[in-house]
């Protein structure tokens, strides 16, 4: 057995929020007692208080999550300023968590801490990990690379980083009762767990095949040995680099794509700052994308998703969306998860934020990536 409840509320009194949250996950639950959870808070509640009133309700519930920039689910959709809660209850499959405190001192260290940490009170080895890591203090990218070194780097992780309304000011991550900051809490999950995903950003290369010949982490300096800003102006004119040009940035192979989003520019060298790290002499062209675009990528992410379950009845959905995919989309972002429910013959237990980057496999379960501007699925469930 698998099963996996949501609650989710939109009042601003965080005491009320997580009791109606509660209330919800305990009628669905029907005296199932859950291992796990997930919660995605709003950045303005009283978290402490939010984590302290669960832990109370489940106590050793093993339990992480963080800060958004927006929250959806099964029971209220789309919707800003809220606390949205999954619990995962079963009998076949473990699931530990784990906590990287301080992972910008040293995040291969903090990382395989987290790690070993969950491995501890885990019977047999994990198929699959969750995490909803700090955002600002430490880059995606290296993140990505600890716990691909702490687990190996064909286990599959799914995640996105915590968010503050894009106030891009300070970030928190959930762990049991604690609120922290700069640090890389996840789930592991081990047994009968099964799962499958899908990842799809809408945005088109388009234009010439260029490279990235000057690069220092999420800085790009040059492009073709020229001004980074030369090459987007090239494309825009004297539009500044945005959001709605990412980079699409290829594989060693040429056959797939990640993207990376610009956020900032330096008039004065021609350098660009990026989102994420783009590896020198990445292979990359300019990107561009609409509206419904963008809508049709979160249904494909979640077709594929539907269409490689391994299973017959999943349990499970989580979602994690970029948070540019929402300020460009505006008051259109409710149809990210609209699109998907009207693909569901049956109701599915659904839970999702907008993120400040998602990580993923880029395709099938290896090649492990950090993405921009990107929609991923996660289909959980068991044999």
């Known amino acids: 057995m698998f099963k996996a409840v949501v609650g989710h509320s939109n009042d601003p009194d965080s005491l009320s929020a997580v009791e109606e949250v509660l209330q919800q996950c305990a009628n669905s639950l029907a005296g199932d007692i859950p291992k796990a959870g997930i919660i995605f808070a709003a950045i303005d509640f009283e978290h402490s208080l939010i984590l302290q009133q669960i832990h109370q309700a489940f106590p050793g519930i093993e339990l992480i999550g ?10 209220l959709e789309f919707q800003q300023d809220s606390i949205t809660l999954m619990l995962f209850c079963s009998d076949e499959v473990e699931i530990h968590a784990g906590v990287g405190r301080k992972v910008s001192s040293d995040p291969i260290a903090v990382i395989k801490q987290a790690v070993e940490q969950a491995k501890a009170k885990s019977t047999v080895a994990p198929k699959l990990c969750l995490t909803h890591p700090e955002s600002l203090t430490t880059s995606g990218v290296s993140i990505l690379n600890g716990l691909k070194l702490a687990l190996g780097q064909d286990m599959p992780i799914f995640g996105g980083l915590a968010a503050d309304q894009s106030r891009y000011q300070n970030t928190y991550q ?21 799962f499958s995903h899908g990842v799809a950003s809408g945005w088109h290369p388009i234009g010439q095949i260029s490279k990235v010949t000057k690069v220092d982490k999420n800085i790009v300096y040059e492009i073709d040995g020229k001004p980074a800003l030369d090459f987007y102006h090239h494309y825009l004119g004297l539009l500044p680099p945005s959001i709605e040009y990412p980079l699409a940035v290829f594989n060693q192979n040429g056959d797939n794509f990640y993207i990376r989003a610009p956020i900032a520019y330096n008039q004065e060298s021609g350098s660009i700052t990026f989102f994420g790290d783009i590896p020198d002499q990445a292979v990359i062209q300019i990107a561009e994308t609409t509206y419904e675009d963008i809508l049709a990528a979160s249904k494909t992410s979640f077709m594929n998703a ?22 460009i989309l505006g008051t259109r972002a409710k149809e ?22 998602e990580i993923a496999p880029i395709d099938g379960i290896s090649q492990m990536q950090f993405h921009n501007e990107s929609f991923v699925t996660l289909i959980l469930g068991n044999r």
């Open 174 to 194: 959930f762990f049991q009762t604690e609120v922290l900051s700069d640090s890389v809490p996840i789930l592991l999950f081990s047994g009968t767990i099964l």
């Open 306 to 327: 539907l269409y490689n379950y391994p299973g017959a009845e999943p349990s499970a959905i989580l979602f994690f969306s970029c948070v540019a995919r929402r300020q």
């Open 66 to 75: 963080g800060t958004t920039d927006g929250e959806i689910s099964s029971v």
């Open 336 to 357: 990210e998860y609209q699109n998907i429910k009207l693909c569901l013959t049956d109701y599915l237990s659904a839970c999702e934020f907008y993120s400040y980057g």
